[in-house]
């Protein structure tokens, strides 16, 4: 009997689906560029939720990966402890037409949950656009929907956790139900940790009561699967912590898009780093100039934006989790990463070693976080270990003291809850899936496209404390790596490294000083005409942007412009030791006339400290005439003090000049901000 075209496209569905069924981890495992099969192959929630037979949902919105990290944290317990399959999904992957259809149609689903960061002045990440778009502008009725929310801001902005309020309130109006309280988790006082494991706690015992849901205890079950495999480092399908899939075994297309992109947050370019050099004076402190040329490539940046720079461990930090975990006779062993649930997506190239992982795709350096001690108990080598990993998982207090005020990171942890015995019985699964993912760093950019049309320079504090009591450097990943690099292509001999670098990368493909990058638009901008004045708060590398300002009015003077005034507020410690740019200044000075004034406050030159606000005050006259004739406010550098230390002079200054009450200059501040005349760049 003939089959005519509708069998066989039925015959076609079910050999898939029971292809599928039958390879369950391995045909949907991640392809090389880490996107599943079913992953991205559909925007219809209802059907991916449907077709993977999850009864909840959390989604992400994320600009840094925080909230991405901790959304699949929260999954997997939620799925763990309730026995509920959870699925994680990046809110840009989905259309929300049938938002409210999901809870009707798929049987037994039970909540949504948000994870929601807030970007730049009260902004939503950049994959949360769309949905906030068809949220407030198309979507009528939410009523079915029942739904949590975890927002992660910082409350040193001024519009604190914006977008998960906005997240609730939007919500709610279109009829959904909150359920709990909405979770603020605040980066600003550093407590972004505990405010999610309260959240979280809270919300579990909510759940419990509200959806009659039944707690389970927490037992790790992986999402992916690890296997070492026959291949070996010399094999070239073998990631050795190439950036992205592109990089490892390149085809004529991967090669030609390595010089034309694009480049983006997922597949970055490898830029030379071209000249560097040591911006301090000083024996213990560190600033980093680099020049990254991008000439070779089609990336593009303008004046103010962003360059992130990909970074990867140091060479000790790699060594010591490798130790601790047992693995450093394995390193160099080949290992196949493959999801089990076509949802779940490994953030790993594969097939690869355990050293690339560890080195390329874990953040193992940075604090650890109460959670990772609770769960990691499970697999402790002796059973003190399990005690002492246990009760530091739920005591708050006790775990400040032992980790976070000891600056312990995940291979000192381990280390001091076993007493160094190894822990080789935590699955690798385990170590994948629990520690945050290695993110970009992003760096305020300090040139001008306007005179640097093909190179980016960047302005890096290198950090790098030393603490009483603590018998280690504590170090920050991505600007030691850029010290190490600054210091080689110097041939600076420096033994007091306190980290170092495998600085050829994967395959020798970052030798001759290269490292991945990508650019981020900011909206960080000049006046698109010349001839408005600025005036630009910049202590410290908050000078960075400015830089590329001035240099691009130096150009535009060049150019046969009229330029306006820059007054540029810049602060340091000393004179003498980290006056970033010193001799630089001199030179725009002299190109620019009096289109430009340079204020300088040292804060340890005098008896009284000095800070640019204290200059401010001085310039209070100016500063008003300025902004009464038009000029754009600049601010730039440290979030936590003084961004907010300079709006409050400005208020001051507004008050004392123009003889308003304190109300009405908060508005004036307000209002220059609403005319995009008040911008800040800060972190
Ligand atoms: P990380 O590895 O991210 O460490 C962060 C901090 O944690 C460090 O201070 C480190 O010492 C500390 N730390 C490490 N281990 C532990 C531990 N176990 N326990 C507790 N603390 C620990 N920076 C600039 O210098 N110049 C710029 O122009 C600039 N522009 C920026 C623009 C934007 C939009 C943003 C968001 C940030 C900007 N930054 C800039 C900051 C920059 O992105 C990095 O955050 C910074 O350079 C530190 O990166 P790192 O990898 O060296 O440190």
Not at 212 to 227: A, T
Not at 494 to 507: C, E, H, I, Q, W
Request: net charge negative; with cysteine.
């Amino acid at each position: 009997m003939a089959l005519d075209t509708l069998d066989l496209s039925v015959l076609a569905v079910v050999a898939i689906l029971l292809a599928a069924y039958f390879t369950r981890g391995t045909l949907w495992g991640n392809s090389d560029d880490g996107v599943t099969v079913a992953r991205g192959s559909s925007r219809d929630l209802i059907e991916v939720i449907s077709a993977n037979e999850k009864k909840a949902l959390v989604l992400f919105g994320s600009q840094t990966g925080t909230s991405e990290d901790y959304s699949h944290k929260f999954a997997k317990e939620f799925q763990s402890r309730f026995s509920i399959p959870t699925m994680c999904g990046d809110l840009a992957d989905y259309d929300y037409e049938n938002l409210n259809e999901i809870f009707t149609s798929v049987d037994g689903f039970q909540l949504i949950v948000f994870l929601m960061a807030t970007y730049g002045e009260g902004e939503p990440p950049d994959n949360a656009v769309e949905f906030f778009d068809y949220l407030e502008n198309e979507c009528e009725d939410l009523s079915t929907v029942k739904f949590s929310c975890f927002g992660l801001g910082n409350s040193t902005y001024e519009f604190y956790n914006a977008m998960g309020k906005r997240t609730v309130s939007t919500l709610t109006e279109k009829g959904a139900t909150l359920i709990g309280e909405l979770g603020l988790g605040d980066d600003g006082r550093g407590t972004m940790d505990e405010d999610y494991m309260a959240w979280k706690d809270g919300l579990f015992d909510v759940l419990k009561d509200k959806l009659s849901l039944k707690e389970h205890d927490l037992v790790y079950e992986p999402g992916i699967k690890v296997e070492e495999s026959s291949l070996t480092v010399l094999s070239p399908e073998v990631s050795l912590g190439e950036p992205d899939s592109k990089y490892v075994n390149p085809s004529e297309d991967d090669l030609k898009s390595h010089k034309l992109g694009p480049f983006d947050h997922t597949h970055p370019y490898l830029a030379p780093i071209t000249a560097s050099k040591e911006l301090f004076n000083s024996e213990t402190r560190h600033c980093v100039h680099a020049e990254f040329d991008l000439s070779d490539s089609n990336l593009k940046y303008s004046t103010g934006d962003h360059l992130a720079i990909w970074p990867s461990n140091s060479n000790e930090e790699v060594a010591k989790l490798l130790d601790i975990l047992g693995l450093s006779d394995k390193k160099d062993i080949v290992i196949k990463i493959s999801s089990l649930d076509p949802t779940v997506h490994p953030h790993v190239s594969s097939p690869s070693t355990y050293e690339s992982v560890i080195r390329h795709y874990l953040e193992i350096s940075g604090p650890v976080s109460r959670q990772f001690v609770g769960s990691v108990a499970q697999f402790a080598p002796t059973e003190e270990a399990k005690a002492l990993a246990s009760k530091l998982g739920k005591d708050k207090e006790l775990f400040h003291k032992e980790v976070t005020a000891k600056y312990l990171n995940i291979s000192d942890l381990l280390h001091v809850l076993s007493n160094g015995a190894k822990w080789t019985t935590v699955p690798f699964e385990f170590v994948i899936e629990s520690i945050a993912h290695l993110q970009p760093r992003y760096y305020s950019i300090s040139s001008s496209s306007m005179s640097e049309k093909q190179t980016v320079h960047v302005t890096a504090v290198v950090e790098q404390e030393r603490y009483p009591n603590v018998d280690k450097v504590v170090t920050g990943v991505a600007t030691n790596l850029l010290l190490n690099i600054q210091q080689a292509q110097n041939k600076v001999s420096d033994s007091k490294l306190p980290v170092t670098y495998d600085l050829a990368g994967p395959r020798n493909k970052f030798e001759k000083f290269k490292l991945p990058v990508h650019v981020r638009r900011s909206t960080f901008k000049l006046p698109s005409n010349p001839a408005t004045p600025i005036i630009c708060i910049g202590p410290g590398t908050g000078v960075a942007p400015f830089r590329g300002f001035i240099r691009e009015k130096v150009k535009q003077v060049e150019n046969g412009s009229n330029v306006g005034k820059a007054v540029l507020f810049f602060g340091c410690r000393n004179s003498n030791e980290d006056f970033l740019y010193k001799d630089e200044w001199v030179d725009y000075s002299k190109k620019l006339g009096d289109k430009f004034e340079l204020v300088t406050a040292f804060s340890r030159e005098t008896a009284k400290k000095v800070y640019v606000q204290d200059k401010m005050l001085e310039k209070a006259s100016e500063i008003n005439q300025a902004l009464n004739d038009g000029a754009f406010f600049y601010v730039c550098g440290d979030a936590a003090r003084m961004a907010r230390d300079v709006q409050s002079v400005l208020i001051k200054i507004f008050v004392a000049e123009r003889k308003v009450t304190e109300e009405v200059a908060t508005d004036m501040v307000k209002n220059l901000r609403v005319l995009n005349r008040y911008q800040e760049d800060v972190w």
